[in-house]
Structures are given as structure tokens and as C-alpha cells.
């Protein structure tokens, strides 16, 4: 065969290749026209960040096991106007949580534990509750343990300082009860997942560092990621987490927090595109790795969850979607997959009001247009406010403001009317809604994707707010007539209470006619804020309920805190 026949029939080969993968790819192939509208399209969408003087997001658009798209927003530091690149590494909080699972079942198949192991066989100083509690109900969020973050911030803990294992190990081994029983529920909980950090040391003799960088970012090549063990460890190219100030300006928001595995990872955009191929073809862990990764958790009465291990799995507009977000001291993340599509998108930021989840979602739903559903409600630009042309009257919008109680926590949001739409004070929060029908609100500029829903409740019950938060399970409020307290009731409450598995001392202190909750060892910004009554003898304040107990004399004797991730804490009454 001369030279010139053998380049034709290679170039009809080619072209054969090409046609046949068109055929069969999911989603439609990118040309350079529409990837140049695409494009354009995605920056919008970070439009307030690519400017001087603001932090911003990494995005990264991999496409059948190619980065498509890369690009930096805003600057990595404003210090020394370092600006955001495919290369800048940052801490992504919670999206970690996969790494840690990898490396728990990586040694399941080293034989060296068991996902049906009693926790209490490497982690003795966990208490033994009445029913044991496996590794798999860590992985997937059904233990019951109380959250350590959130019982660290109960008890005072300051977040800008330094904080280890002993540490939390410690607070978890004070816990007298644990929320539910192993398996009855799923309720999302950062102590499972710092305990697999200790799981891995103690069952490997390695730290969660040095296991996952031998046996997962080595082998894959991601040089620039590894599990923050090390507070003084100083990291090359890392983005400078940011909170935005009501100056306009922004404040360094760091944290010195030495725990892994339920966050830590500092990584980039480029390193993901490596763990995201892994999962097409696997290097580390082969198919039986990928494949239970990916199994969804049940709970004891067979109901299949959408965690899986350090992942949700569910659907995004009729195709399947497999994700996990963070959010730590300046920084959020986001790592979402269509693997029916072979596309990913990871956005990572290093400002704590950005919303990487939302903004990552749109991405994908620009590159996948033509295969996913129509949206209803249809989505608001994770930027700027929906544009709806749903009007409500001012008679309309007050029919649903007022105080709301979950009825699950006992948390308190209160809804008021301004401008022609309602305002959500969330506690923690507070944020501006749009009307998208006559009873659906969608949150405006929130660090979340946040809808609403307003539904009358059977007769003699009081109306409903439910609220969804991202992919979470809908919370659901009830109206309440928030009791009227005399000065006198007041008094009742005012005292020196003491929690010995928080080994912190709360004040209820009464002040111009309003009761404060108070740690008696700092200032927080909760003890700025008056506990509001709810139901008799109940009090919501910064997204806790409180709720006091009166013994055989009337006498209030001790307080219970519901803190979502935290139930039924006991503070008694000295």
C-alpha cells in the first residue's frame, strides 16, 4: 500500500471513529459555535466575581474525561492580587467526604476491617450505647452520633483556633445519648466521618494524610491535593478563604482546625479531573471500589437513601447526578457528575457567600440542554434574582407572613412583606424571596438554592411553610401564635445552667423585658440575640430551640437544645 492510500483510508477511519462516537455519545456534541455561546454563557454566570478586588470560583468542565473548559474568577488573594486559576488550591469541606470513604473501603479490601464492624472495636472511647454502631452507618449518615462541629459551637468553641483529634474525640466520648438509633434515620453528621479518620489510622497505622496520598492521589497523579492534617503546613498556591463585610469590602475567614475526613481536602480543579476519570476507568480501587462508592445506604426499615458513601445520588431533571458540596470557614465546593452524560463540573470558591452548588448546576445545565427535562418550577440564576412575572398582592403576601415553627426541630423563621415579596429571617440568615407561582417562592442571592412552598393544612390546623433546601430532605413549618409572656413567667427562666457533656456553662440572663442565652465562658454572636417564645415553655433562637422542664413543683429544673444536627442536649439548672 503506497503512502497516499494509507493516509485516505486512516482519514476515513478517523472519520468513522468520530461519527460512530457521535452516535452514541448521550449529549450532543460541542461545536465551536455553540461551545462559544456556552461559553459565553457560563461566564455570566460569574460575572460579580471576575472583577478586581473580589474573590471568586474555580470551574472546571470535564467532558468525557477531558477538562473543556477551565477558567478563574476573581483573585486567590486580594493581599497580593493573586488571581484564581485552574491551578489554585482550595480547601473544598465536605465534598472530602468521599476521599475518606474511598480510603475506609479501600481497606475493606485489604482485609483489615469490616463495614459491619462495631465502631467500638477501633474506638473504644465512643460510650457503648444500647445498640452498636457499625462503620457502614457512619459512612452513610445513620449512626445517630451528634455532630461534632455543632456541638464544638455549642460549647463555645472558638472556629478561627486550633482544634485536634483528642479534641473531638474527646467531646464525642462525653455524649450520653445519640439522637436516634443506629439505622432508624439518616441525618447528616460530621462525627461519622472524622471517626473514619480514626478508623483508618488506627486500622492502618497511617494517618488519613498519608493513606490517601499512598494509596489514592499518588496513584492518580494529583499532585496538588492531599487531607490538611497540619495547621503550620504551608501549601503552595492556595486561595485565601473570604467573608464579604456590610462595608462591601471582605475579611480573611480562615480556619486552623486539624480534624480530617469529614472535610480537609485542599485540591484543585485540575486534580478532580483525575478522580473524575477514576470512575470511568478506575486506576485506584478498580470497578468493586466505584461500584460501592456509589451504593445508596438503607436504613433499618429498608428505605433506600440517597447517600451513598461520601456521595448523593439521585437525579437532576430526568438524568442521573452524583454530588457532594462543602462549605468550610472562606470556602465552598462543589463536584457534580452526569455519568450517563460523561460530564462533571467542579466549582470551587474561596468566598463563604458564594453558591458553588447552584452555580456548578447551571454550568451542567448549559451543556446539557438539549437532553434534560424542563424544569418545574423553572430555576433562577444562581447570580442574580429570577425574573417572574408572577405579581402577588400585598393582601396576598400577608396572608403568608408570620412566625413558623419546625416542627421537626423547633426552629423558628419568621416571614415578612417588603417590596412586593416576602423577606425569610432564618435566624442564621436572612434573605429576600421572588414569587414564582401564587404559593412557591425561590430564595434571592442566598448562599443555597432555597424554595418555599405555602400550602393551607387541613381544617383547624394551622398553614405550612415547606422549606427545601439544595437536595436536602423538606423541612416543613407550621404558623404559630407565639405566647405572650409577663414579666413575672420571665423570671422563671433566669439562672446558671450547666451541661456536663458540653462542660459549658449557659446563662439565661433577662434584659429591658427579653431573655439572652449566654455562654458564661465568651461572647457569641447567638448571645446577641433574644430567645423568642414559641409554645409554652419553648424558645427558638439562631436556628436552636430550647425547650425547658418544669419539675413535680413547677420549678424550672433544666433546658433541652435542639440544634438540627444535635438532639435533645441536657443543661441543668444550678
Keep these: 500500500m503506497d503512502q497516499k492510500s494509507f493516509r485516505a483510508r486512516f482519514a476515513l477511519a478517523k472519520l468513522l471513529i468520530l461519527v460512530l462516537s457521535c452516535l452514541t455519545q448521550a449529549s450532543t456534541p460541542l ?20 472583577k478586581p478586588n473580589s474573590p471568586g470560583c474555580a470551574l472546571g468542565v470535564i467532558r468525557d474525561g477531558r477538562l473543556v473548559y477551565a477558567r478563574g474568577y476573581g483573585l486567590a488573594n486580594l493581599e497580593h492580587n493573586i488571581p484564581i486559576s485552574s491551578k489554585t488550591v482550595f480547601d473544598i469541606g465536605s465534598t472530602s467526604k468521599q476521599f475518606a470513604a474511598a480510603s475506609i473501603l479501600l481497606l475493606t479490601r485489604q482485609g483489615k476491617l469490616s463495614l459491619d464492624d462495631d465502631i467500638r472495636k477501633f474506638i473504644p472511647e465512643i460510650p457503648a450505647y444500647d445498640q452498636k454502631i457499625t462503620i457502614r452507618h457512619l ?44 439505622g432508624a434515620e439518616h441525618l447528616y453528621s460530621n462525627s461519622g466521618y472524622f471517626l473514619l479518620s480514626v478508623i483508618v489510622r488506627r486500622a492502618s497505622g497511617k494517618s488519613l494524610r498519608e493513606f490517601a496520598h499512598e494509596h489514592i492521589f499518588a496513584p492518580l497523579g494529583m499532585k496538588h491535593t492531599h487531607f490538611h492534617d497540619d495547621h503550620t503546613m504551608i501549601v503552595p498556591v492556595r486561595a485565601t478563604g473570604y467573608s464579604p463585610k456590610e462595608n462591601g469590602e471582605f475579611g480573611i475567614e480562615m480556619s486552623n482546625f ?10 484543585t480543579t485540575e486534580d478532580l479531573l483525575l478522580w473524575d476519570q477514576n470512575f470511568y476507568q478506575p486506576k485506584v480501587g478498580g470497578r468493586e471500589l466505584i461500584d460501592l462508592l456509589l451504593t445508596q ?111 421537626a426541630t423547633g426552629a423558628l423563621w419568621k416571614v415578612t412583606a417588603a417590596d412586593g415579596n416576602l423577606v425569610v429571617d432564618a435566624s442564621v440568615i436572612t434573605f429576600e424571596t421572588a414569587p414564582i407561582s401564587k404559593t412557591q417562592f425561590r430564595a434571592v442571592n442566598a448562599p443555597a438554592d432555597i ?21 436536602d430532605e423538606p423541612m416543613v413549618f407550621e404558623a404559630i401564635s407565639p405566647p405572650v409572656l409577663t414579666p413575672a413567667l420571665l423570671t422563671e427562666y433566669v439562672g446558671d445552667y450547666y451541661s456536663d457533656e458540653l462542660q459549658a456553662v449557659y446563662r439565661v440572663a433577662l434584659e429591658e423585658g427579653k431573655l439572652f442565652l449566654r455562654l458564661a465562658n465568651r461572647d457569641t454572636e447567638l448571645s446577641k440575640k433574644p430567645l423568642q417564645p414559641s409554645l409554652r415553655d419553648a424558645f427558638g433562637v439562631g436556628g436552636l430551640s430550647l425547650n425547658f422542664v418544669r419539675d413535680g413543683q413547677g420549678k424550672i429544673s433544666y433546658f433541652t437544645v435542639n440544634a438540627g444536627r444535635v438532639k435533645n442536649i441536657r443543661s441543668l439548672r444550678r
Excluded at 461545536?31 to 471576575?50: H, Q, S
Excluded at 456541638?151 to 455524649?175: H, I, N, P, Y
Excluded at 486539624?258 to 485540591?267: H, I, S
Aim: negative net charge.
Design 31 to 50: 461545536t465551536d459555535e455553540n461551545a462559544g455561546e456556552i461559553t459565553k454563557k457560563v461566564d455570566a454566570l460569574f460575572a460579580r466575581y471576575d
Design 139 to 182: 459512612l452513610h449518615h445513620t449512626s445517630g452520633l451528634r455532630d461534632y462541629l455543632t456541638l464544638m459551637s455549642l460549647a463555645g468553641t472558638d472556629f478561627s483556633g486550633v482544634t485536634t483529634d483528642t479534641d473531638a474525640l474527646k467531646l464525642l466520648a462525653r455524649q450520653k445519648e445519640i439522637n436516634f438509633a443506629p
Design 258 to 267: 486539624e480534624q480530617t475526613g469529614d472535610g480537609a481536602v485542599m485540591t
Design 297 to 407: 445506604g438503607k436504613l433499618n426499615s429498608g428505605e433506600q437513601l440517597k447517600y451513598a458513601s461520601g456521595l448523593f445520588v439521585g437525579e437532576h431533571r430526568g438524568l442521573k447526578m452524583v454530588s457532594h458540596g462543602g462549605a468550610w470557614a472562606g470556602y465552598r465546593a462543589e463536584l457534580i457528575r452526569f455519568p450517563e452524560e460523561r460530564l462533571s463540573v467542579a466549582c470551587l470558591c474561596n468566598v463563604d457567600s458564594s453558591n458553588p452548588s447552584g452555580l456548578a448546576t447551571k454550568v451542567a445545565e448549559l451543556y446539557l440542554s438539549d437532553r434534560l427535562k424542563p424544569e418545574n418550577p423553572p430555576s433562577a440564576s444562581a447570580s442574580a434574582a429570577p425574573e417572574s412575572s408572577v405579581k402577588l398582592s400585598q393582601q396576598e403576601l400577608a396572608q403568608k407572613t408570620g412566625t413558623f415553627r419546625d416542627q
Design 451 to 471: 424554595n418555599i412552598t405555602f400550602a393551607n393544612a387541613e381544617p383547624g390546623k394551622p398553614p405550612l411553610m415547606r422549606v427545601q433546601i439544595e437536595t
